[in-house]
């Protein structure tokens, strides 16, 4: 038997003070947690501050820390995550909290700067199309990887970053990867010298939290394995700073 | 229905690798004190290894045997993690690591007994 009201747990305040405040949410039937979220702050309290934009696993801006384990709300059912009809919702844990449940991802961003996140072309606009065959190796390397909605949900879950706070982190490393396999890109080696370094791909100790809550099943460890490679591979023919 | 970004087979084995680590990290000075006996102090050397038959120092090495063996076997899946091609098994890797872990201590355990 379903409870008619789930009790949820919304985290209110900022990062340094707050609480963990109980409301009580009707339930419905294919009730996600941002419906949840959503409920509380247009019928009970107007003051609530969250961030959600698409509703449909899109955008990447709904994602919270949802009984314990970071979630994009949008697409993360109630029947899934609290069958006993309690709820905790907080914000995305290591990046500061700006309001409730609304962080701070200024840092995370700067992150895929700093691991040259960007693509170098190569070609100006009076250069034919590159042919690149969708069955090509490097190719399918980079499709692999570049679903990446830019969530966070990795990064918040990743020991090493709460660790290391200038580890560049599974998002930024993934999205390096793609572009290191991206045979139309020419700034191969400031990409190599930026996540070879200390905060770069080998901090990473393997333990796989990324590939475990990828709300998009990408593989941000298999992702940075290759870079450790290709870096290593690079360092030993003298080709890194 | 609470959980952890942590609950999950490949966090548990990360946690394996580092405990024993440490745990051999700590055991080695141990272990070289006890080499410098034998070269250096005879008698104090034989009294130690006679104080190594007992049964609870049995049981430690038992331990440090299945140490032993999760760093090793641990150690070579980060490797294999690090150097060969992606493997979607993770967590049967991280089983079979752990058991074969396991089934060392055993079998030093029955020759032991």
Redesign the interface.
Known sequence: MREENLIVSVWRGDGEQGEYVDYRVPREESQTVLDVVTYIQRKIDPTLSYRFSCRVGMCGSCAMTV????RWTCRTHVSK????GKL?VGPL?IMNVVKDLSVEMSDFFEKWVRAEGRFHPTKTRYDDFDAIKPADNKRKIASAGIECIGCGICY??C?VVAWKAEYLGPAALNRAWTLVNDVRDGGQIARLNAIAGDAGCHAC?????C???CPKHL?P??SI?GL??VTAFAALKGGLK | ??????S?A??WA?GLHRISGILLALFLPIHFHVLYLAVHNDSVFDEFVYWAESPLVKVAETVLVVLLALHLTGGVR?LA???FP?RDW?KTIVAVTTGLSLATGLIFLLNVI
């Open positions: 009984n314990g384990k970071p995550v609290a069958p006993d905790s844990r918040s879950g020991d100790h393997s333990q796989q939290g590939v475990e809550n593989n460890t298999a394995a450790k490679r | 229905m609470r959980g952890s970004h942590r999950h490949n966090y990360f980060l993690i690090e150097f992606w993770q």
